[in-house]
Structures are given as structure tokens and as C-alpha cells.
């Protein structure tokens, strides 16, 4: 168990729906990412929360957003889904960003996403 | 931009046998940090081992070694006396320092099978 937490584990809704995907931080971690693991383009990064702010973007769609809150908990915000957005979606939570290995990666088990 | 290649998409290896799987990355960077995580079918992804591009000692952690080679963009992970709970997708992953946003990229995978 890493710490961090996921919910939900699963995730089925239509095209066109909008959902919300939630993660909590390991005790004391500032830093969140989220990751997309699909079939088709691999694990890519998609954005990172630090204390709040954002820090990083990465291969996020305009359709998604995400944002940290005062607890440091995560959203991630997915809508107008397609077909193509049917995947597994990671958060994970290090100290400090750009710390190196020291920063170690604390993955949560993820949100399968399908779309029908 | 960095990249990073795992040329071997399914790897076979007998139980107690030692393995190796392959990793290459392209970075204009002289400091990094190149991990390896371990992906079982439940999903999970976990830490194997870490590597600092500025030490020329080869990470080791039990029955997991790297063989890092800094100048040839090289970092394979050796796995010895494999076990049958050694298998899973394996992923090679790189990390920037003093990165604004401490994002991993991450290869393609390599799958890894154990026979008894």
C-alpha cells in the first residue's frame, strides 16, 4: 500500500458524460500527478499540483481539468468523453518537485475509466 | 525533448534464471534520475530500483541491479534467481532534476513472463 488513495477504483459512464476522478496524497506529500495509462499512447503524464498551484502540464486535453484543494487532495475533471478517453488513470504524490530520486513517485492504484 | 525506449516488448525467463531487460533514453541532460517500476496485473505500479545519473555505481536493491551506462544512454535492469512473482509489465522511467514540474516519462514497457 502506497498511501495514496484512489477512488473509484472503477469508473463506466457514455460519451458525452463528464466525470470526476479524486485522489489523496500520502500524509505530508505537496506534490500530485496524475498519469493516463491507455493501450494506445502508453503511460503519459498529464499534470501536477504542488501546494495548490499548478506546476507542470503535460498531454492534457482542454476537455480535462484537474485541481488541488487546501487538504491538498486531488480532482481530475474529464468531460465531454469519447471512446479514446477509456483508460487507467494514476495519482501519485511525492515531497518537493524537481528533488530527484528523493522524489520518489508514490503511485495509487488508479481509476479504470471505460466509456461506452 | 527526452525520450525513452524499451525495445523489448515480451521478455521469457525461466524460474531462478536471471533476466535482463533493456532500457535506452535521449536527453541533453547531465543530471537526471532513471528508475525502473514494476507493474503487476493488479495494476499497482511500484518503485523497483532508482539510479542517479551522477553516481557511476550501479544501483542495487536484492535480486534487482541496473547496469548504467551515462555515456551510451544505457540502463538495463537485471533480475536474478527470477521468481514466478517477479512477473509483470516492466517500465523504465526517466525523471529531470531541478525540473519545474518533476514529471516521469516513461517507455513503452516490457512484458515479462516467469515459467515454473
Known amino acids: 500500500d502506497s498511501g495514496v488513495t484512489q477512488t473509484p477504483k472503477h469508473l463506466i459512464t457514455a460519451t458525452g458524460q463528464r466525470v470526476t476522478l479524486r485522489c489523496s496524497p500520502r500524509?505530508?506529500?505537496?506534490?500530485v500527478y496524475w498519469y493516463q495509462q491507455s493501450l494506445d499512447q502508453g503511460l503519459q503524464f498529464l499534470i501536477q499540483?504542488?501546494?495548490?498551484?499548478?506546476?507542470a502540464k503535460g498531454n492534457i486535453l482542454e476537455r480535462f481539468s484537474a485541481q488541488q484543494f487546501p487538504d491538498l487532495h486531488s480532482e481530475l475533471n474529464l468531460s465531454s468523453l469519447e471512446l479514446g478517453d477509456s483508460a487507467l488513470y494514476f495519482c501519485?504524490?511525492?515531497?518537493?518537485?524537481?528533488?530527484?530520486?528523493?522524489?520518489?513517485?508514490?503511485f495509487g492504484p488508479g481509476t479504470r475509466l471505460t466509456v461506452l | 525533448a527526452q525520450t525513452v525506449t524499451q525495445s523489448q516488448p515480451e521478455m521469457s525467463v525461466q524460474e531462478a534464471e536471471t533476466v535482463t531487460l533493456s532500457c535506452t533514453y535521449d536527453?541533453?541532460?547531465?543530471?537526471?534520475?532513471l528508475f525502473w517500476y514494476k507493474q503487476p496485473p493488479s495494476r499497482q505500479m511500484i518503485l523497483v530500483i532508482r539510479?542517479?545519473?551522477?553516481?557511476?555505481q550501479n544501483a542495487t536493491e536484492n535480486r534487482f541491479s541496473v547496469n548504467f551506462q551515462k555515456a551510451a544512454k544505457s540502463f538495463s535492469l537485471k533480475i536474478s534467481d527470477s521468481q514466478l512473482g517477479d512477473a509483470a509489465m516492466y517500465f523504465c522511467?526517466?525523471?529531470?532534476?531541478?525540473?519545474?514540474?518533476?514529471?516521469?516519462?516513461f517507455g513503452q514497457g516490457t512484458e515479462l513472463s516467469v515459467k515454473p
Open positions: 499540483y504542488y501546494n495548490g498551484e499548478e506546476r
Open positions: 539510479q542517479e545519473a551522477y553516481k557511476q
Open positions: 501519485a504524490s511525492s515531497t518537493k518537485p524537481g528533488q530527484g530520486f528523493r522524489n520518489e513517485q508514490f
Open positions: 522511467a526517466y525523471h529531470r532534476i531541478r525540473s519545474q514540474g518533476g514529471k516521469l516519462i
Open positions: 500524509s505530508g506529500d505537496l506534490s
Open positions: 536527453t541533453s541532460e547531465s543530471d537526471y534520475y
